[in-house]
C-alpha cells in the first residue's frame, strides 16, 4: 500500500527525534484542537474512554477541543458539527445543511454523544445528531477516532462526545452571557442572524446548580455572488431558521469523593417556511438558489430532549466508579414534495402526482452504564476496568399528512457486559492495553406491508416480522512505547459495532416473501480498525503522525434511487488513510503556527466477489484535505486566521460517473477577540476572501438534480459580545 509506505517513512522521521521535528517547524504545524502540553495532559480525563488514565496511556488517537477553541469556531461557522469538521482534516466538509447524512470521519459515521449520552438514532438514521444541543453549553469536545466499542453501538468512524458545562468550582453565583448578530458580506436585510444565551450558576456547600438558556435566528444564506443558497426543503435547514436550546445541571457531593449529577436539555431547531427552492443548472453551472414562497406542508424540524442521571466516586473502595442512567426521545421532521416523481404516491388515495406527505422519524432510548476501574490490589501497574451497558430504543418513521407507517416500529437491546486492561510496564516505557465488549442484541419489528411508491402506485409487498438475535464478541488491543518524556509510539486493533440503517432498509423491501427472522441485510456491522502513530510533544513542538486502515466485510452504502431517496447497500468496504498534525509555539510570545493533513482512500465490492473494486463516492467519504492556521493570545487580544484547503479528487471503479468528480476550493477564516472588562468584543469573519464554490457533498453526488446543487457560503461576519460574571 502506498500510503503504508508512506506512513513508515514518516514514522521514521519521527523517530529521529523532537530536533528535526522542530527543525521542519517553519514549513508545518499542528493541530487545529489547542493540544494541551504534557504536562497539562496527565490532568486530562477523556471520559469518552471509559477511563481516566491520560490520553497518553491509551492506543488511541485522541483530540480534546477545549472551551475557547470551541467557542471560537461557533462563533465563525455557527455549530459544533462545523467547529468539529474545520478543526480535524479528516472529518468531511459539512453540508450545512440541518441533515448530516454523508458526514464522515475517517471514512465512516461517528457517534455524536453528549455526556456519554449517544444522539444517533441507528435503526433509521435521520442525520440529525450533530443538532441536539447548543454549543454554548458544551464545555469540550473528546474525539476518539477509529472503529471502537467504547460506547457501544455506533462508534465505526469515531466518537464525538459533547461534555457539558461542568459544576460551578465558586461559591455563590456566577454565569455568562453571550450576544451576537451576523451578516452576510454585503448586509442584506435577510441575511440578518441573531443570538442570544445566557448561563447561571449557584454554588452552597455541597450543592450546586447551572440553567441556561439560548435562542438563535438564522437569516438567509448568500453565495460570495450575493445569490440565496438553495434550501433542502425535505432534508431540513439550519437557515432561515429559529432555535432553542434549554440547559439544566443540578449536583449534589454526597462526599469529597462521590457526587450526584442530574442533567436535562432540549433541542428544538425549526424552519421557517418563508422560502421555497428555485432549480439550478448542473450544466451551466448555476447552483439552486431560493426565493419567498410557502413549501407545501410543515417545515423540517428537529427536536431532541434527554435526562441523565449520574452517580460517580473518584475513591470507592481505591477505585473509580461511574453509574448513570438516561433517556432520550428525538423527533426528527421531513419537508414533502408533491409532483409525478414525488415519494409517497399511491393511487388509492389520490391520483398520481396529487398526494403530498411527509415523514418524521420518532425514537425513544433508554440507557444504562455503569462500571468500576481500579489499581489491582498488590499488582498496582495492571489498572482493570469492568462495566456494564443495556440500551433500549423504539424507532418508527410515518407519514405525518396521511397518517401512514413507512418504517414499522422497530424495537432494538442491546446488553453488553465489557472489560479492559492497562499494564505499565519498565516504569512506564511500555504499556499494554486490552479488552472485550460483549454486544448481545436483539431487534424485533412485527409483520407489516411496505408503502405504495412511484414505481408501484398500487400498494406494497407483505414482509414477514421477526426477532433477529445478533451476539459478538469485541475485541480491542494495543501497544504504547514511550522511550522519553513527550515521545511515544502505538499501536492497536480495535472493533466497532453498530447496525445498518434498518429503517432504509425494511421500508424499501420490494421482493414479496421476506422474512426479517433471516434477513441479512439487518445484520450488524463489525468493522475493524486497525492503526500505528506517533507523537512529539516537546518544548514548543507537538507533531503527530497516523496510519489507520479500516475493513468490514458487510458495510453499509448510501446509493441514490431515481427519485433522489437514498437506500442502503450491504458491500465489503476497505479504508485506508493517513493523518499528519504538527504544531509550533512561536519565538514570538503567544504566537502558534499550526497545520493539519488528511489522505483517505475508500474502496467498495460492488460485483458480491468479495474483493473491493470500486472508490467510495464522496457521498461515503471525504476528501483529501490541509489545514492551516495562525493563532495569537496575549493580554488581552485573542486573534486566529485560519485555511482550508479541499483536494480535488477523481471516482474510479467498475462503476463511474464522471459528472460526480470533484473539483476542490479553498476557504480562508478569521477570528478576533479583545477583553474589555468582565466581556469580549469578537469580530469574525467565515470566507473572507469571498470564495464562491459548490459544497462538496452537492459536487459529488445527484447529478442529474438541480434542486440539489448548492453552492456554499460567501462571506459572513459575526459581532458578538461575550461576557463571564
Avoid: C
Amino acid at each position: 500500500m502506498k500510503l503504508g509506505k508512506l506512513a513508515g517513512f514518516v514514522l521514521a522521521t519521527l523517530w529521529v527525534g523532537p530536533a528535526l521535528a522542530q527543525a521542519s517547524a517553519a514549513d508545518l504545524a499542528a493541530d487545529a484542537a489547542e493540544e494541551p502540553s504534557p504536562a497539562e495532559e496527565a490532568d486530562i480525563v477523556v471520559t469518552a474512554a471509559r477511563t481516566v488514565l491520560p490520553p497518553s496511556a491509551l492506543p488511541l488517537t485522541i483530540d480534546i477541543i477545549g472551551k475557547e477553541a470551541l467557542d471560537q469556531q461557533i462563533i465563525l461557522s455557527g455549530s459544533i458539527t462545523d467547529a468539529v469538521a474545520a478543526l480535524t482534516p479528516s472529518f468531511s466538509p459539512t453540508r450545512g445543511k440541518l441533515s448530516g447524512a454523508g458526514e464522515t470521519l475517517r471514512g465512516r459515521s461517528p457517534l455524536y454523544a453528549i455526556n456519554g449520552i449517544p444522539q444517533s438514532t441507528p435503526l433509521r438514521d435521520g442525520s440529525r445528531d450533530g443538532f441536539t444541543i447548543d454549543g454554548f453549553f458544551v464545555d469540550r469536545v473528546e474525539l476518539i477516532y477509529g472503529s471502537n466499542a467504547l460506547q457501544g453501538i455506533g462508534g465505526t468512524g469515531g466518537i464525538v462526545n459533547q461534555v457539558t458545562v461542568g459544576a460551578p468550582m465558586l461559591e455563590g453565583v456566577s454565569g455568562r452571557v453571550l450576544l451576537q448578530g451576523s451578516a452576510d458580506g454585503d448586509v442584506r436585510s435577510d441575511g440578518f442572524g441573531a443570538k442570544a444565551a445566557g448561563l447561571v450558576q449557584y454554588k452552597a456547600d455541597r450543592f450546586d446548580a447551572t440553567v441556561g438558556a439560548s435562542y438563535e435566528r438564522r437569516g438567509v444564506f448568500f453565495d460570495a455572488r450575493g445569490r440565496r443558497i438553495g434550501l433542502n426543503l425535505t432534508q431540513g435547514e439550519t437557515q432561515t431558521s429559529d432555535a432553542v436550546s434549554l440547559f439544566g445541571r443540578f449536583g449534589y457531593a454526597l462526599s469529597p469523593t462521590a457526587r450526584l449529577d442530574l442533567m436535562a436539555s432540549r433541542y428544538e431547531l425549526k424552519g421557517d417556511g418563508e422560502f421555497v427552492a428555485v432549480p439550478g443548472n448542473r450544466l451551466t453551472g448555476v447552483p439552486t438558489t431560493a426565493a419567498r414562497g410557502t413549501p407545501p406542508g410543515i417545515p423540517a424540524a428537529n427536536r431532541t430532549e434527554s435526562v441523565a442521571l449520574s452517580l460517580t466516586d473518584t475513591d470507592l473502595g481505591g477505585g473509580n466508579f461511574v453509574s448513570q442512567i438516561f433517556f432520550n426521545r428525538s423527533r426528527d421532521t421531513f419537508g414533502g414534495e408533491l409532483g409525478p416523481i414525488a415519494a409517497f404516491q399511491d393511487v388509492r388515495i389520490a391520483p398520481v402526482g396529487t398526494l403530498f406527505d411527509q415523514s418524521q422519524n420518532r425514537s425513544r432510548k433508554l440507557g444504562g452504564k455503569i462500571s468500576y476501574e481500579r489499581a489491582v490490589p498488590g499488582f498496582e501497574d495492571l489498572t482493570a476496568i469492568v462495566g456494564f451497558d443495556a440500551l433500549f430504543d423504539t424507532t418508527e418513521q410515518r407519514l405525518i399528512a396521511t397518517n401512514r407507517v413507512w418504517v414499522p416500529p422497530t424495537e432494538f437491546r442491546s446488553l453488553a457486559p465489557f472489560a479492559q486492561a492497562n499494564l505499565k510496564l519498565f516504569d512506564g516505557l511500555v504499556r499494554l492495553a486490552g479488552g472485550a465488549r460483549w454486544e448481545n442484541v436483539e431487534i424485533k419489528i412485527d409483520d407489516y406491508t411496505t408503502l405504495a411508491t412511484t414505481t408501484n402506485p398500487r400498494g406494497g409487498v407483505l414482509v414477514s416480522g421477526g426477532s433477529p438475535k445478533f451476539d459478538d464478541v469485541l475485541l480491542n488491543g494495543g501497544v504504547i512505547v514511550e522511550p522519553a518524556q513527550g515521545i511515544r509510539f502505538y499501536a492497536s486493533y480495535a472493533e466497532g459495532f453498530t447496525v445498518p440503517d434498518v429503517g432504509r432498509i425494511t421500508r424499501a423491501i420490494g421482493a414479496p416473501g421476506v422474512d426479517l427472522d433471516n434477513f441479512l441485510d439487518i445484520s450488524p456491522i463489525i468493522s475493524n480498525n486497525r492503526e500505528i502513530g506517533a507523537e512529539v510533544k516537546r518544548g514548543p513542538v507537538d507533531a503527530s503522525v497516523t496510519y489507520f486502515w479500516s475493513t468490514s466485510s458487510r458495510g453499509q452504502l448510501l446509493v441514490a434511487r431515481p427519485d433522489g431517496i437514498f437506500d442502503v447497500q450491504r458491500q465489503r468496504v476497505e479504508i485506508e488513510g493517513l493523518e499528519l498534525n504538527l504544531g509550533v509555539a512561536m519565538p514570538i510570545d503567544g504566537l502558534r503556527l499550526s497545520a493539519g493533513y488528511a489522505h483517505i482512500l475508500g474502496r467498495s465490492d460492488t460485483n458480491a466477489d468479495d474483493r473491493v473494486d470500486t472508490d467510495l463516492d464522496g457521498t461515503n467519504i471525504s476528501p483529501d484535505r490541509l489545514n492551516l492556521a495562525a493563532s495569537f493570545d496575549r493580554g488581552r487580544v485573542s486573534a486566529r486566521v485560519q485555511t482550508q484547503v479541499y483536494f480535488s479528487r477523481t471516482f474510479d471503479g467498475l462503476v463511474r460517473d464522471p459528472r460526480n468528480d470533484f473539483g476542490g476550493y479553498t476557504l480562508t477564516d478569521a477570528y478576533l477577540g479583545y477583553q474589555v472588562g468582565p466581556g469580549r468584543i469578537i469580530l469574525s469573519a467565515q470566507n473572507i476572501f469571498n470564495r464562491q464554490y459548490i459544497d462538496y457533498n452537492s459536487d459529488v453526488r445527484l447529478p442529474t438534480d438541480n434542486l440539489s446543487f448548492f453552492a456554499g457560503r460567501g462571506r459572513n461576519m459575526t459581532l458578538a459580545w461575550d461576557m463571564r460574571f
